[in-house]
């Protein structure tokens, strides 16, 4: 085995990201991650954007078969977030009663990342907030093809047009 290199890449964030988000949070709007980065990247990018702070208790939910734990867990933490992989999500998703367990510790999480997702399952997390409850306003922003049925099942779809395409911006209210 022989070592010839490595390379980085740094996806900065734009300008003001995390006081925009701050702002947001203070306003009372709930800001959620739906991505399909791996779960350390995701919870990175959860810190550089102060989605995650030091004062919340993270509960991650990687695989099958941790998911009741990890919700029993946030009912009993002064200020959790959540962390749930595209595993767990299918495993909560696979009953109604799974889906509203879900819904409801997420509820009591300061933020809420979704990662390992499929755009199936982005729009499934969308509609399950639609569906219970039914006086909050959706809004989805993406900026890729598989952002697009996330996009079109909000309430308000914002699609954004740059390095991943235009498929996004052209699905967007």
Do not use: Y
């Not at 390379?7 to 964030?13: E, G, K, M, V, Y």
């Not at 959860?46 to 004062?55: F, I, N």
């Not at 078969?65 to 946030?74: D, S, T, Y």
Request: glycine share 8%; with cysteine; net charge negative.
């Amino acid at each position: 085995l022989e070592f010839l290199g490595a390379t980085a890449i740094d996806d900065r964030l734009q300008d003001e990201v995390p006081e925009t988000i701050e702002q947001l949070r203070l306003a009372g709007i709930r800001v959620w991650v739906l991505t399909g980065d791996k779960v350390e990247t995701a919870i990175s990018i959860g810190h550089s954007c102060k989605l995650l702070t030091e004062e919340m208790d993270n509960v991650v939910v990687v695989g099958e078969g941790q998911l009741w734990n990890a919700l029993e867990k946030v009912s009993h933490l002064k200020r959790p977030a959540l962390t749930i992989s595209g595993a767990a999500l299918s495993e909560a998703f696979s009953s109604e009663e799974g889906q509203l367990l879900l819904f409801q510790a997420a509820q009591r999480c300061s933020t809420v990342i979704c990662c390992r997702v499929s755009p199936k399952q982005k729009a499934d997390v969308v509609a399950l907030v639609r569906a219970c409850q039914s006086s909050a306003v959706t809004l989805s922003i993406g900026d890729g093809a598989n952002d697009v049925s996330m996009i079109v099942t909000a309430h308000v779809g914002v699609g954004l047009s740059g390095k991943e395409g235009a498929q996004a911006a052209h699905s967007a209210d």
